[in-house]
């Protein structure tokens, strides 16, 4: 009989469930129009038991930030998805769009802090890994193996394997689905709780009058400070880097948002501890803010909102 794998024990428990992704106000056909249909698969995802609703997990996260923020608590908030995927099998498939590692024995030597830094995660943030149908297609005889006949991805299988093996386990209270990070970073809501707050952008570049444009369409004024990191290998070189960075750091600042790669589970873990407040991978939304949505080769799911 075929072992079961970490995804296969989170269905059957009854814990966990697929479902599709619906947030009031997202309209996803544009960007189904742009991309390869396929990527309409990604619009089913993990839902745990006691969530109902996409608008719930909207909602849970809106809360979760609000209370740290009011707190003053650590927050990591990482999503995961193909780069850290294949990071966390030790191949340099991770160096898609931006260089994560120079070489698998990197990898290696990076993981103890990864593994640190995915514990803390797990015990006192949010994961939003990217978890659907297309990257969840089992081996033979597999719990799901009925329900997926196209040619198989099993990326999110081996990242929950990979979780199980550390003894790092995913549940209700740290885990939110990807795409849901990305519709409230671009909602009204986030930017109407950060009006007269002190957000710091910790990214590779940044066109800081474009991020104070960007709030400005949702007529707010957070005060806005940028910190600079490597444009590569963050991911394996953050140790090294992680004083020099946090050294930069204004003290007073209440939330961060981060665009790192790979390397945004250590710098949101670090950023989330040092500061006691919440540290959001932004990713593709900051390419967003600053006006280079060319940097993630074209837009994203969930981050088009209905006008209205």
């Known amino acids: 009989m075929q072992k079961k794998n970490a995804l296969d024990k989170l269905i059957e428990s009854g814990d966990f469930r697929f479902e599709k992704l619906i947030m009031e106000n997202y309209d996803n056909k544009p960007i189904l129009e742009l991309n390869d249909p396929a990527i309409a698969r990604e619009e089913v995802c993990l839902f745990h038991k006691d969530v109902k609703s996409g608008g ?33 099998r030790y191949s340099l498939g991770c160096n898609g769009l931006y260089r994560q590692a120079e070489s698998t024995a990197d990898i290696k030597r990076a993981m103890p802090f990864h593994l640190e830094a995915m514990k803390i995660l797990a015990r006192s943030g949010k994961l939003a890994p990217l978890i659907f149908p297309g990257n969840t297609e089992p081996g033979k005889g597999g719990f799901l193996s009925f329900l997926f006949r196209s040619k198989r991805d099993s990326s999110a299988i081996s990242f929950l394997d990979f979780l199980r093996r550390n003894d790092i386990g995913l549940t209700g209270d740290n885990y939110i689905p990807f795409y849901v990070i990305y519709a409230y970073l671009v909602s009204e809501s986030f930017a109407g709780l950060m009006n007269g707050g002190k957000i710091c952008i910790v990214n590779s570049e940044f066109n800081e009058e474009s991020c104070r444009a960007w709030f400005r369409r949702f007529a707010v004024d957070p005060k806005l400070s940028f910190v600079k990191i490597p444009d590569s290998y963050v991911a394996t070189r953050w140790a090294l880097l992680k004083e020099s960075v946090l050294g930069e750091i204004p003290a007073d600042a209440d939330l961060f948002l981060v665009g790192a790669g790979v390397g945004a589970l250590p710098v949101c873990v670090d950023l989330a501890l040092r500061f ?6 932004a990713g593709h939304v900051m390419n967003m803010m600053n006006g280079r949505i060319d940097k993630s080769n074209g837009p994203r799911l969930y981050t088009v909102k209905v006008k209205g």
Do not use: N, Q
């Not at 719930?56 to 809360?63: E, I, Q, S, V």
């Not at 006691?276 to 991978?281: C, E, G, K, L, Q």
């Open 276 to 281: 006691s407040a919440p540290a959001i991978d």
């Open 56 to 88: 719930d997990y909207f909602d849970l996260l809106h809360k979760t930030i609000k209370e740290a923020l009011a707190e003053k608590k650590a927050l990591p908030v990482v999503r995961f998805a193909d780069g850290e995927y294949a990071f966390y």
